[in-house]
């Protein structure tokens, strides 16, 4: 049975001043699956690593999504921070509300509900992916 993590970053303000964070957190608590569900004003920073690090280990966690902005920024800091707590890296997906919700919406209850719907198919996905390996190709 899955067991997922969501951390929802604030981003400082380019995710909280549009999306109410702590909604999607409350949100995400109530997905099937889901066993923890934080907010934290950047958890890219070394303590929302951490922070990240000792939830997946508190709670055996199979998969973490960090809801926050695009991959293309963070998604090597939390697959790092997810490898350093034991879970395979590939576990850990990103949920880009930056510039899918907070970025592109006027209103604050329309790009918090967007991202609602973006965390819960996204911890869908987590909860079917499979562990993998990197390997170097010549």
């Not at 951390?7 to 400082?12: L, R, S, T, Y």
């Not at 709670?59 to 939390?78: I, R």
Request: hydrophobic share 40%; glycine share 8%.
């Amino acid at each position: 049975m899955a067991r997922v993590g969501v951390f929802v970053c604030h981003c400082g303000e380019n995710v909280a001043r549009r999306v109410d964070v702590e909604k999607v957190a409350e949100f995400s608590r109530r997905i099937p699956g889901v066993v923890v569900a934080d907010h934290y004003r950047y958890f890219c920073s070394a303590p929302g690593q951490k922070i990240l690090e000792e939830a997946v280990r508190k709670h055996g966690l199979t998969g973490v999504v960090v809801a926050a902005c695009s991959p293309h920024l963070h998604e090597p800091t939390f697959r790092g921070a997810s490898a350093r707590s034991g879970l395979n890296p590939f576990l850990c997906e990103m949920a880009n509300v930056r510039e899918q919700c907070s970025w592109v919406h006027a209103d604050g209850g329309q790009a918090t509900r967007k991202a609602c719907d973006i965390v819960a198919s996204t911890v869908e996905k987590v909860k079917r992916n499979h562990p993998l390996r990197a390997i170097d190709l010549p």
